[in-house]
Nanobody, 127 residues
Framework: QVQLVESGGGLVQAGGSLRLSCTAS????????MGWFRQDPGKQREFVAA????????YYADSVKGRFTISRDNAKNTAYLQMNSLKPEDTAVYYC????????????????????WGQGTQVTVSS
C-alpha cells in the first residue's frame, strides 16, 4: 500500500509560481510512474503531467506545457510539480497519483491508470 501526501498549494497572483510536492510512504516510489491531475468544482478531473518511474520520460497537458515541470527524486520518495506563469484558470485542487503498472491498458494521461491517490492540495490563482 502506498500513501501519498501533497503539499505546497496556496494562493498566488497570476504570473506567480508554486511548487507542489508529493511524498510517499509505505513503499518506495522508484518503480511507480507518477502523475498530477487537477479538479475544479463542477468539472471533471483532468490530467496535468506525468513522469516515468526513472524520470526519463515526461508528459504534459497542452494547457500547461512550457509552464509546468514535473520531476521526481526517488531517493526522497517524492515527486514535484513546478508551476510557473500561473493563470487564474489553473485554480483547482491538485492531486498526485502513483501507477504500479497494473492498469497498463490505460495511458498515463488517464486517471484510470493510477492505483493510489493523495488527498489533494488547493491552488488558487488570483487575477
Amino acid at each position: 500500500q502506498v500513501q501519498l501526501v501533497e503539499s505546497g498549494g496556496g494562493l498566488v497572483q497570476a504570473g506567480g509560481s508554486l511548487r507542489l510536492s508529493c511524498t510517499a510512504s509505505g513503499r518506495t516510489l522508484s518503480s511507480y510512474a507518477m502523475g498530477w491531475f487537477r479538479q475544479d468544482p463542477g468539472k471533471q478531473r483532468e490530467f496535468v503531467a506525468a513522469i516515468s518511474s526513472s524520470g526519463a520520460n515526461t508528459y504534459y497537458a497542452d494547457s500547461v506545457k512550457g509552464r509546468f515541470t514535473i520531476s521526481r527524486d526517488n531517493a526522497k520518495n517524492t515527486a514535484y510539480l513546478q508551476m510557473n506563469s500561473l493563470k487564474p484558470e489553473d485554480t483547482a485542487v491538485y492531486y498526485c497519483a502513483a501507477d504500479s503498472g497494473l492498469h497498463y491498458y490505460y495511458t498515463l494521461r488517464s486517471d484510470g491508470r493510477y492505483d493510489y491517490w493523495g488527498q489533494g492540495t488547493q491552488v488558487t490563482v488570483s487575477s
